[in-house]
């Protein structure tokens, strides 16, 4: 029985290493930052893409990737009769993953689309369970059963230090932005489930500080935290002080650190983190 190849978008948070070997395909977005157009992770890296957004003359646009090409890789890939599972970013902030699902309707391959209700580093973690699923023979069906339970045990909180790109990007409207800027208003966000819902928020650190403290006590009485991961928009000094509080409660867990990726760094603005981690049940 041929084996079930998977397939994610680039906004997946994998490092290459993972895509190597656990043989992941990506199907990349594109950015374009002051009229520039750059294809994610060949082109332009995510460190790379968050200096030039920093410098940009203009607001970075993010778009997902052509009908075309998931056409081609579902072609490719299904070839020798493999059955495929992509898996793509949440809807809330894409429609990759109706392109996708347009593009599994037209591939001769067998394709099934996944909303993985996520994104970044939380949509690694269903790659990567489901890449392990198939490797040992699960079927397409399995995989997802697999992605759906990864999915459930995923938690993903994101701080957001300024809301000016969520105004530029269209996430909120111009009059509470400027009135949150002005107040030095921090949120953080919880993602999951295909939606994008405010957990808290207040003036200046303290707000989140105060939040993660919580988000620390539930993490030290969660059985069996399988992976921790921590993306973020140039935040060195937050995320050292995540590391900090993490690393004496699971030491043998080795904490993935990693700048984000162009479309969550495009609407978390500069200084923005997420800790992300699931857990097995």
Known sequence: MATVKIVTDSSAGLTDEEVEKYHITIV???VMIDDVVYVERHTIT???FIDKMEHSKVFPKTSQPPLGDFIKVFDELGADGSPIVCLNMLEAISGTVHTAEQAAKISK???TVVD???TDRA???QCIEAAKAAEQGASAEEVVAVTKKVQKNTRLYMGVMTLNNLVKGGRINKMTGAISSLLNIKIVLQVGNGELNIRTKGRGMKTIDRFYDK???QMKNTPNIKAIGISHVHAEG????IVKHLKPMFPNIDILVRETVPIIATHGGPGAFALVYYFDD
């Open 238 to 241: 937050m995320v050292d002080d």
């Open 215 to 217: 988000v620390y006590e």
């Open 46 to 48: 995510n460190e790379e």
């Open 123 to 125: 949509l690694a973690f």
């Open 116 to 118: 993985s209700g996520t």
């Open 109 to 111: 391959s067998d394709v």
């Open 28 to 30: 990349p977005l594109t």
